[in-house]
């Protein structure tokens, strides 16, 4: 008789532990059942941040948050951010000892172990550190056991004078291999940089790609681009380029590894934020959450990276329900080019949603969308990015939040949806406070929360229920030179948690 060797028989056990065992019931005839999947806390979560804005008047405060989580399989755990240094990367050098990174060894050998820029120490209290270093790196960090399910930290920049004044607002990002950027440009006003960075030890390389509204356009400086481990680039995107180019779709692959990956923008008139990369460019719908209440200027960008052209009918999800802008009833986008949409004062004053809706009969391939928003007057004009953005299935975070400038904008899709929000202690002191909104279908509820005893930058805490789909974003007010600006952020599901099987209690769930 043949016998499995003993290396194959462990890897069928494994296969057969990961995707539940069938168990048979006594009787040959009955039907096989399947043990479910129960949900997790991950155990590791990564993050990195880009490098704040150059600018020499500056200051940028990050606030680390892990919301408190049941059933974690640790009452111990760190988390902890640390500089990753800015590297003038030499566009086509794939090798990384040609881009002078040198290798891992000699690196760690020349380097001095960094002191941590944040560190958390527990659950359901946030930590903020202030920079004001016009040279501050970028960071990356991790965060395992107790304090890695939902970890999340915010950077916020308030730039006072200058050029591209105003406030820069980002979550920092899990790593991954690719991400689709739209609402781009290298026009002559605009100054918009590829902040790419690397959390790892291993050197990767990048490409760059870019699109405009004919299509794709000729980058070949954007070809591997060499980013040494624990390091950040920025990458001017109109050095890629032969000519001022507007309007454009932006996309940024590892050749290996993973990388985080955002844009900033500084604009001449309107001041300057983060672009950030869409979080899914394959769902049918495109929401695209928390439009302002004060902005009196919106841009559509949108991109269709799939061979196929597509058609998007457009809902404005407003407080009262969702209409179809007059004169805007739909976009039709070719394939491979930027179709870019100027919707003016579309909310009329009041928060709202944009919602894109795939027509039947059109392209099937993943389609890329970004909000443009702009609020001020003449001489006072600032702006900020809005992307497309996933529903929130468990639980998602913000922190970063302040007592007088925090706009909370959720909006209910398809069905109600019951919302606990709980915003955590601040950063100085106070303590913890639940409440609980309901979201009718259809409509965009913006709240602004009022809380006695918070001192210092808190975090929120969104655990949707009642069986709708969920988006969210924040708008952030910041006083700046005693003006006021702002920022916005969508805010995606955190994925605190994994599925495994329940035949498997000891699965190791590590999520980098």
């Known amino acids: 008789m043949n016998r499995l060797p003993l290396p194959l028989l462990g890897v069928l056990v494994a296969l057969l532990a990961l995707t ?7 009787d040959a005839g009955e039907e096989q059942t399947t043990r479910q999947a129960q949900p997790l806390p991950v155990e590791r979560t990564a993050l990195t941040c880009p490098r704040p804005t150059g600018a020499a008047a500056q200051t940028t405060w990050y606030t680390g948050f892990t919301p408190p ?3 974690v399989r640790s009452e111990e755990g760190a988390a902890t951010l640390l500089p990753a240094p800015e590297h003038t990367p030499d566009p086509g050098a794939t090798d990384p000892d040609e881009d002078g990174g040198g290798s891992d060894e000699e690196n760690e050998e020349d380097a001095e172990a960094p002191e941590p820029v944040l560190e958390l120490t527990e659950p359901g209290l946030p930590v903020t550190a202030t920079v004001d270093d016009a040279d501050a790196p970028a960071l990356t960090g991790t965060a395992d056991h107790l304090l890695a399910p939902g970890w999340t930290v915010q950077q916020t920049t308030v730039v006072d004078s200058g050029e591209g004044k105003g406030a820069l607002g980002t979550s920092c990002q899990t790593p991954d291999t690719e991400f689709w950027f739209t609402g781009a440009s290298a026009a002559e006003d605009r100054h918009d940089y590829v902040h790419v960075t690397n959390p790892d ?3 990767t390389v990048v490409d760059i790609e870019v699109y405009g509204a004919e299509g794709e356009l000729d980058a070949e400086q954007g070809q591997g681009i060499t980013v040494p481990g624990h390091s950040g680039v920025a990458i001017r995107l109109a050095t890629l380029l032969g000519e001022a180019e507007p309007d454009l779709a932006v996309h940024v692959a590892a050749r290996s590894g993973r990388v985080g990956a955002q844009i900033e923008v500084v604009d001449e008139s309107l001041g300057t934020d983060w672009l950030p990369p869409v979080t899914d460019p394959a769902a049918d719908t495109l929401v695209l959450p928390g439009i302002p209440a004060g902005v009196n200027g919106v841009r559509l ?8 052209d597509v058609s998007l009918n457009v809902g404005l999800a407003g407080p009262g329900g969702t209409i179809t802008p007059a004169g805007n009833e739909s976009v039709n986008v070719v394939a491979g080019t930027v179709t870019t949409v100027e919707l003016g004062d579309l909310t009329q004053g009041e928060a709202s949603s944009l919602v894109l809706t795939r027509q039947d009969g059109t392209g099937s391939g993943p389609v890329v969308a970004s909000l443009h928003v702009v609020a001020g007057g003449e001489g006072d004009r600032e702006s900020a990015f809005l992307p497309a953005t996933e529903p929130i299935d468990e639980r998602a975070t913000i922190s ?7 706009r909370l904008a959720l909006l209910a899709l398809d069905e109600t949806v019951e919302v606990d929000l709980t915003y955590s202690a601040g950063a100085d002191g106070g303590e913890p406070v639940t409440e609980t909104y ?3 279908p259809g409509t965009t509820v913006e709240i602004a929360p009022e809380l006695d005893g918070t001192e210092g930058n808190y975090a929120i805490t969104l655990e949707p229920s009642g069986g709708g789909t969920l988006h969210a974003a924040r708008t952030l007010l910041v006083d700046r030179d005693g003006a006021t600006a702002f ?8 994925g605190s948690t994994v599925s495994v099987p329940e ?10």
């Open 438 to 440: 309901t979201v009718d």
């Open 69 to 71: 989580t049941e059933s």
């Open 20 to 26: 539940g065992v069938a168990t048979m019931r006594g």
């Open 201 to 203: 030890e291993a050197a």
């Open 487 to 494: 920022t916005t952020q969508t805010i995606p599901d955190d």
């Open 301 to 308: 960008s949108v991109f269709a990276p799939g061979g196929q």
């Open 503 to 512: 035949t498997d209690p000891d699965l190791s769930l590590l999520v980098d």
């Open 400 to 406: 970063g939040n302040t007592t007088s400038g925090t």
